[in-house]
């Protein structure tokens, strides 16, 4: 699993398992979203079983689906509370965390935004759905 921190306290990833939410909140998150639909891809697992795995490690879990076509989706400023608070940190996944990412820089406040849009092309993330609303 590829972890890539945006801040301090916001992680981003690709798709997990079950098995590795333990170590997710073992790594102090305390927040887990997942912003992947269900079924978008065969043998990903279903929001269910994530969310059982985050129950059983102690994690809030939040299922926030997003697609590039509905983008940034009716979540985005729940997603925002949840990157913008520091008491709670983040760790959210996607398919490969472009969306997550993406997510992120559009719900920085607009005086932050170009910043957050560098630093997640310097990671290597594509930026171009944020672009499209920036």
């Not at 879990?61 to 925002?80: C, E, I, N, R």
Request: with cysteine; aromatic share 8%; net charge negative.
């Amino acid at each position: 699993m590829n972890v890539y921190k945006l801040t301090e306290t916001v992680a981003v990833s690709g798709q997990i398992r079950p098995e590795v939410v333990p170590q997710i909140a073992e790594a102090g998150y305390k927040v887990l979203i997942n912003n992947r639909p269900d079924g978008e891809e065969p043998g990903q697992p279903s929001n269910a079983d994530i969310a059982a795995a985050a129950e059983q490690a102690g994690l809030e879990y939040h299922y926030l689906p997003v697609t590039a076509m509905d983008f940034p989706g009716s979540g985005a400023q729940q997603m925002a509370d949840f990157f913008d608070d520091e008491q709670r940190p983040v760790f959210a996944f996607c398919r490969t965390g472009t969306r997550c990412t993406n997510l992120w820089v559009v719900t920085r406040d607009v005086d932050d935004q170009d910043t957050a849009a560098s630093h997640a092309r310097g990671i290597g993330f594509d930026i171009s759905m944020a672009a499209r609303l920036l």
